[in-house]
């Protein structure tokens, strides 16, 4: 008894002690079934979230596992980016917690740039996540998959009489493949826009679908909003950056490019919508190299029909319509009768997705859009051991903020977890020789 009761203490003392003398490996797990459990909270999802969080655990000395999905992290900048595509803020609102970008980095910094900060990220803080895994069910953990984790798909009448390819930003690459060819561009955020420019780069003729109004900016106004968030008012940033979007881009209603009623940034808060950062786009539809047209109506054997009446033929679609939460279709939450899973591990349940829940999902994520009930700063935590991070509908300065924040809690329960089992496991000595 009396060994036992050293082994434990030592094993509550240093989670990797093994019992005969050992270290166990770093992250370790238990397969029991069909169940995984780990050492330390999971982490689901190897986008810039789940790194930042799983860094600020690391660094805190928190063991912890990542799952993901994909073969690699950040998949969706890897997998599912097109080749040009920037940062859309300057690069000190986007650097994730304890590793700033590299001086020499642009003020916009690449896909293959950020990609390559992330992948170095993950080597700074030793940071291995588990690859081609993808949860089903799970509960005790960090939802880290974010807001674009599947892409949005809208239907449209007569699709299926559509002869060409319709495809999602999601698989789109470069505006090599449509040389010569008339692109039907659905989405006029920033994606539609980027997409639209490198098609005409590449000798393409889009046309881009403005659906509904969205305020364009030139890059250097908003990253000057962004500094002058420290000392004014969001709707007075608002009218600074309204009037200089006015002075600077004209009036962009003409074109075909409504203004929303909201100014950008409280449009961001209540929406998530992005205002629209022009990269040399404008220029392009107001010389007519790119077309702007109204809704769809419906799309047709060879092309398609707006609302306006006007018909005209495409060799092909691109879909920027965005991304959407997943959380809804994989989180199930359930209660225990026993306080058992209250030791400090967690479990990943990956055989049935009808798992019994009690709807402690649908209290803090929302099933209609898959985002936290709870608005910024205040959607970070749940119950019983759940927390989410790039959910804030404020980029990765959100998820920057997030990431400390879900830290510093789990470490506060990391030391009451271990100090509740120091007692349990290591009573005093005349007890144990009694």
């Not at 060409?164 to 698989?171: A, C, D, E, G, V």
């Given at each position: 008894m009396k060994r036992w009761r050293e082994a434990e203490c030592k094993r509550v003392h240093d989670p990797f002690y093994a019992g005969d003398g050992r270290k166990v490996a770093v992250n370790p797990?238990?397969?029991?079934?069909?169940?995984?459990?780990?050492?330390?909270?999971?982490?689901?999802?190897?986008?810039?979230?789940?790194?930042?969080?799983?860094?600020?655990?690391?660094?805190?000395?928190?063991?912890?596992?990542?799952?993901?999905?994909?073969?690699?992290?950040?998949?969706?900048?890897?997998?599912?980016?097109?080749?040009?595509?920037?940062?859309?803020?300057?690069k000190k609102f986007c650097q994730l917690p304890l590793m700033p970008f590299p001086s020499w980095f642009p003020t916009y910094p690449t896909k293959q740039q950020f990609v390559a900060y992330l992948e170095a990220y993950a080597r700074e803080f030793g940071i291995r996540p588990r690859f081609d895994e993808a949860v089903v069910a799970a509960e005790w953990l960090?939802?880290?998959?974010?807001?674009?984790?599947?892409?949005?798909?809208?239907?449209?009448?007569?699709?299926?009489?559509?002869?060409?390819?319709?495809?999602?930003?999601?698989?789109?690459?470069?505006?090599?493949?449509?040389?010569?060819?008339?692109?039907?561009?659905?989405?006029?955020?920033?994606?539609?826009?980027?997409?639209c420019l490198d098609l005409c780069h590449h000798g393409a003729h889009p046309t881009i679908?403005?659906?509904?109004?969205?305020?364009?900016?030139?890059?250097?106004?908003?990253?000057?909003?962004?500094?002058?968030?420290?000392?004014?008012p969001v709707r007075a940033v608002d009218r600074l950056l309204l009037l200089a979007a006015r002075l600077l881009l004209g009036d962009t209603a003409k074109l075909g490019l409504p203004r929303p009623q909201l100014g950008p940034l409280e449009l961001k808060l209540r929406s998530g919508k992005t205002p629209v950062l022009d990269v040399g786009t404008l220029e392009k539809i107001k010389s007519g190299a790119i077309k702007v047209r109204p809704a769809i109506k419906k799309l047709m054997e060879h092309g398609a029909e707006f609302t306006d009446g006007r018909s005209e033929g495409f060799d092909a679609v691109v879909l920027a319509t965005g991304y959407k939460s997943n959380v809804p279709y994989w989180l199930k939450v359930r209660h225990h009768p026993s306080d058992a899973h209250r030791e400090t591990g967690a479990c990943c349940h990956c055989s049935d997705s009808t798992l019994p829940s009690v709807g402690q999902e649908q209290e803090f994520f929302s099933e209609k859009d898959g985002l936290p009930r709870r608005a910024f700063p205040h959607g970070w935590k749940g119950e019983r051991g759940l927390y989410a991070i790039g959910f804030t509908k404020r980029g990765l300065m959100g998820a920057s903020l997030d990431a400390t924040r879900i830290a510093e809690d789990i470490e506060r329960c990391w030391k009451a977890e271990v100090k509740t089992t120091m007692a349990f496991a290591c009573p005093p000595t005349r007890q144990a020789q009694e």
């Open positions: 797990v238990e397969i029991d079934g069909k169940c995984i459990r780990v050492l330390g909270p999971i982490i689901v999802g190897g986008g810039p979230s789940g790194l930042a969080v799983a860094a600020c655990l690391k660094k805190k000395g928190i063991p912890c596992v990542v799952l993901e999905r994909a073969n690699c992290v950040a998949s969706l900048w890897q997998l599912k980016a097109y080749d040009r595509l920037r940062l859309h803020l300057p960090v939802v880290a998959t974010g807001e674009n984790a599947e892409a949005v798909v809208p239907g449209f009448d007569g699709a299926g009489d559509f002869k060409r390819p319709i495809l999602h930003t999601s698989l789109y690459k470069s505006g090599d493949a449509f040389r010569g060819k008339r692109v039907l561009v659905v989405g006029c955020g920033n994606s539609g826009m980027e997409v679908v403005v659906r509904d109004s969205r305020e364009m900016l030139c890059r250097s106004t908003f990253g000057l909003s962004m500094w002058l968030l420290r000392w004014l």
